[in-house]
């Protein structure tokens, strides 16, 4: 079964300063592995998309995640954060089939 | 730059009568998704639809639940004889049809159900 964990549910920066947000999948198989981005009473919109190319994705806003097969592990970076990153951010696990599969989410928080 | 809409943003509904959601995909796309949120809980699948008929589904979209494109346009999620845990934000998605694999799935930006 697949299935994708974040592992903080909260994570508070300071303006200027870097942002990680870690997430763990499992899967048999090589996965698609995506992150969203939902700010307050918006949809939810791609940051990044991991399909077995190059293992290090740049997605938009200076946002990258790094697959890593030996830790099974997609983790979010950023090297300096803005007020406007402060959103709730999904890792999302997909295995050639119509469904994603959604961790629980991690609520960044910025601080001027 | 195209997106999916939803109609509407919030619905109110009594227990026990059905609602209707309604999405407009992205145009050019053949692949549609429901998803749902209960709130403080994570995003679930709901049911893929894809040449007139559901793909995928999962246990959660039993025979309270049903989808239909009436035109070429629209995509629907029917909920009869809902029930206080339907309340949940109702999220609908699109996707091209490159292959699974490949897919970028685009979210709309949901419906907020409230059975009282």
């Known amino acids: 079964a697949q299935s994708v964990t974040q592992l903080d549910s909260h994570v508070s920066v300071s303006e200027g300063t870097p942002v990680l947000l870690r997430c763990n999948y499992s899967s048999s198989y090589s996965p698609s592995l995506f992150w969203y981005v939902q700010h307050p009473n918006k949809g939810l919109q791609l940051l990044l998309k991991?399909?077995?190319?190059?293992?290090l994705v740049k997605g938009i806003n200076g946002f990258e995640a790094e697959f890593k097969k030996s830790e099974t592990s997609f983790h979010l970076t950023k090297p300096s954060a803005h007020m406007s990153d402060a959103a709730e951010y999904f890792c999302?696990?997909?295995?050639?089939?119509?469904?994603?599969?959604f961790g629980t989410g991690t609520r960044l928080q910025v601080f001027p | 730059e195209p997106e999916v809409t939803q109609t509407p943003s919030h619905q109110v509904t009594q227990m026990g009568q059905e609602v209707i959601l309604r999405c407009v995909p992205i145009s050019n796309h053949l692949y549609f998704y429901w998803y749902r949120q209960i709130l403080g809980q994570k995003v679930e699948f709901l049911v893929s639809?894809?040449?007139?008929?559901?793909?995928?589904k999962s246990e959660i979209f039993d025979d309270q639940f049903s989808v239909e494109r009436p035109d070429g346009s629209n995509f629907t999620l029917k909920i009869r004889s809902t029930k206080l845990e339907d309340s949940a934000m109702y999220f609908c998605a699109s996707s091209g049809g490159l292959g699974k694999l490949q897919e970028t799935q685009y979210f709309g930006p949901g419906t907020r159900l409230l059975v009282l």
């Open positions: 639809f894809y040449n007139n008929e559901i793909s995928e």
């Open positions: 999302v696990v997909s295995l050639n089939t119509d469904k994603l599969i």
């Open positions: 991991y399909t077995s190319a190059a293992t």
